[in-house]
Nanobody
Framework: QVQLVESGGGLAQAGGSLRLSCAAS????????MGWYRQPPGKQRELVAT???????VYADSVKGRFTISRDNAKNTVYLQTDSLKPEDTAVYYC??????????????WGQGTQVTVSS
């Protein structure tokens, strides 16, 4: 079993920044992809950014140029640097990881979510 623990959420003013972290723990053979999703109040969960094991990144159009996803493989951790925050970025942010076990099967795990609130 794998656990993802997120941190770094909180309150920010428009134009401010937050750095979100998500650390994976447990019996991990390989972390294939890691990503961040968010769910604004009253809306569906949406992809924010993903990063592959080879550090290839994909961003939602709404965050391009403002958010940066990165990973530290030695720490089994993915980060999301959020800059130039807007009120519409307010959401619960969820970390996920596609993690392969020793049998060669890959499963998607999710963190508990961390609240990001941006005021105008």
């Amino acid at each position: 079993q794998v656990q993802l623990v997120e941190s770094g959420g909180g309150l920010a003013q428009a134009g401010g920044s937050l750095r979100l972290s998500c650390a994976a723990s447990g019996r991990i053979f390989r972390i294939v992809n890691m990503g961040w999703y968010r769910q604004p109040p009253g809306k569906q969960r949406e992809l924010v950014a993903t990063v592959t094991s080879g550090a290839t990144t994909v961003y939602a159009d709404s965050v391009k140029g403002r958010f940066t996803i990165s990973r530290d493989n030695a720490k089994n951790t993915v980060y999301l640097q959020t800059d130039s925050l807007k009120p519409e970025d307010t959401a619960v942010y969820y970390c996920n990881g596609d993690i392969t076990n020793s049998r060669g099967y890959t499963y998607r795990y999710w963190g508990q979510g961390t609240q990001v609130t941006v005021s105008s």
